[in-house]
């Protein structure tokens, strides 16, 4: 079993910038993929970006997101600048196994846990 607990959501104006954490507990951390999902009101869940071996990102939000991971810590990191109104929605962390093709990163299938997410909310 693997627990996700996000934190760092909140309210911010379009042009700033938001960290997301997502603490992981159980499993061996390092030997996951992490990835962060992002459902907006109406709109189905969407892959943002992953971290495992290598980083992928949504090509909506390359160049402005970055993930990071501090194993030590358990914990996945999302740094999202310049953000925009359509960044808008709650956003999951999740953690699934590495696998030898990365497609199944950008698909909740390639996730076997989710944390509860947490609310982001950029105006403009």
């Known amino acids: 079993q693997v627990q996700l607990v996000e934190s760092g959501g909140g309210l911010v104006q379009a042009g700033g910038s938001l960290r997301l954490s997502c603490a992981a507990s159980?499993?061996?951390?390092?030997?996951?993929?992490m990835g962060w999902f992002r459902q907006a009101p109406g709109k189905e869940r969407e892959f943002v970006a992953a971290s495992g071996g290598s980083t992928y990102y949504a090509e909506s939000v390359k160049g402005r997101f970055t993930i990071s991971r501090d194993n030590a810590k358990n914990t996945v990191f999302l740094q999202m600048n310049s953000l925009k109104p359509e960044d808008t929605a709650v956003y999951y962390c999740a953690a699934g196994p590495l696998r030898y093709s990365s497609t199944y990163y950008y698909t909740s299938q390639g996730y076997d846990y989710w944390g509860q997410g947490t609310e982001v909310t950029v105006s403009s």
């Open positions: 159980g499993r061996a951390f390092g030997r996951n993929v």
